[in-house]
């Protein structure tokens, strides 16, 4: 009997001490708890939504500045194609910029530079064009006061072109031309 009990007790205190042993290793392992893993995930959470704004106004933005850039080279673009031509007040007149008096020039989604390369213009709609010649002889025509002519001036032209975006927006260039 000797023989029986003792060799029953160490196994069962073994066995209670591998018990013990785990629980001890379990209780001083440490982890996070759930409260910690909340908290940072509402802070990669509030991280991800500020990164988020942040590229879609700057998305907002490059399109915005494509879109003015791609209208002042249309505008510049028609701006040269006026104020090469010849300087003649008077209908009857061929190429000259009275041609281009009151123009309403079709829509354009791509571009043609000198070399023959087209390229196609931001936004992914048309960008209307429209030009506008007015001559003036006297400051009186300038000012838009209805005086007499007595300071006359050598004949000028405003040559205005203005080219609206696929949103809406206006890009205007105005430059003078004298005659001559």
């Known amino acids: 009997m000797n023989g029986t009990a003792?060799?029953?007790q160490p196994e069962q205190s073994q066995s209670l001490g591998i018990k013990t042993d785990a629980r001890a290793r379990r209780c001083n392992a440490r982890g996070f708890t759930l409260a910690e893993s909340l908290i940072a995930s509402v802070v990669l959470?509030?991280?991800?939504?500020g990164i988020g704004a942040t590229l879609g106004a700057s998305y907002q933005n490059n399109r915005y500045l494509n879109e003015n850039t791609a209208a002042t080279a249309l505008a510049r673009q028609m701006m040269e194609q006026i104020i090469s031509r010849s300087y003649v007040d008077g209908p009857g007149t061929s190429d000259s910029i009275y041609d281009y008096r009151d123009c309403n020039w079709s829509s354009a989604s791509s571009i043609t530079l000198a070399n023959g390369t087209t390229i196609d213009l931001p936004g992914g709609g048309q960008y209307?064009?429209?030009s506008k010649v007015e001559y003036f002889n006297t400051l009186d025509d300038i000012e838009g006061t209805a005086q007499s002519n007595l300071n006359p001036l050598p004949p000028?032209?405003?040559?205005t072109v203005n080219v609206?975006?696929?949103t809406g927006k206006v890009i205007a260039l105005v430059q003078i031309v004298?005659?001559?």
Do not use: E, K, L, M
């Open 6 to 8: 003792p060799s029953s």
């Open 45 to 49: 959470a509030a991280c991800v939504i």
């Open 128 to 130: 209307t064009r429209y």
């Open 156 to 159: 000028v032209a405003v040559v």
């Open 164 to 166: 609206t975006t696929p």
């Open 178 to 180: 004298a005659g001559q």
